[in-house]
């Protein structure tokens, strides 16, 4: 009969996929591995997270467990391309996140206080404020790369959680009428540059709707805080 071969602990598996991706990139390896560089690989971590996404959405926990593996193929390789390259290896990408969640957490590390989930947030954003004093502005590091739609939650957020925020959903509803007017008055100039501003404007109230109704959310997460950003 066919035996099973207990799991590897969490360590010693992971040191075997760093082992099999370096194996897959070496000369004797695999040609299509050999030929990826950091380009290339990106649209396959997009669709990897938004197969994890799925999974989740769908309480699918052996397709998670598997779509999670894929997942973190993808950090193991662009780790191993630069440790090819002499600029990191994936150790460094180990100690950089465990040393920031000790650093971001010194209510449970140190002698910090937090007793809230608005209480650890506030003390996050503190944080990585002081740890980036010569930041551009709040929203220098909203993800440039990112769909524009999420762009714009971002920044809406970012700006929101600087106290630059409507006081109300009535408020905002007010905005969105104010913007539709503005639209239809630019279609009647017939200014193409001017309409295709006034719908960007327009996206960007309808995502403020959503972001005070918290669509999109499922239904008993729509009180729960934004997540922490890790950058």
């Known amino acids: 009969m066919?035996?099973?071969?207990?799991?590897?602990?969490?360590?010693?598996?992971?040191?075997?996929?760093?082992?099999?991706?370096?194996?897959?990139?070496?000369?004797?390896?695999?040609?299509?591995?050999r030929e990826q560089n950091f380009d290339t690989i990106k649209p396959y971590l997009l669709e990897e997270t938004y197969e994890v996404m799925d999974a989740i959405d769908a309480r699918d926990w052996h397709s998670l467990a598997e779509e999670l593996g894929d997942l973190l193929l993808q950090a193991v390789f662009f780790a191993q391309m630069a440790s090819e390259e002499g600029r990191f290896d994936i150790r460094d990408s180990i100690e950089a996140i465990n040393s920031k969640l000790i650093r971001r957490h010194p209510h449970v590390f140190a002698q910090g206080d937090a007793r809230t989930a608005d209480d650890v947030k506030r003390r996050w954003d503190e944080i990585k404020a002081s740890e980036k004093p010569n930041a551009k502005g709040l929203?220098?590091?909203?993800?440039?790369?990112?769909?524009?739609?999420?762009?714009?939650q971002q920044i809406a957020?970012?700006?929101?959680?600087?106290?630059?925020?409507?006081?109300?959903?009535?408020q905002v509803f007010d905005k969105l009428k104010e913007e539709l007017a503005e639209l239809d008055a630019a279609r009647r100039t017939g200014s193409q540059d001017a309409i295709e501003d006034e719908i960007g404007d327009l996206l960007f109230v309808i995502v403020n709707v959503a972001r005070f109704l918290r669509a999109g959310a499922p239904q008993d997460q729509r009180e729960i805080p934004p997540p922490l950003r890790t950058g």
């Open 2 to 33: 066919p035996t099973t071969e207990p799991k590897l602990s969490a360590g010693a598996g992971f040191a075997r996929l760093t082992e099999i991706m370096a194996r897959l990139r070496s000369p004797d390896g695999c040609p299509w591995d």
């Open 139 to 152: 929203l220098a590091d909203v993800p440039r790369s990112f769909p524009a739609l999420v762009e714009a």
């Open 157 to 170: 957020s970012r700006a929101a959680g600087a106290g630059f925020d409507w006081e109300n959903v009535a």
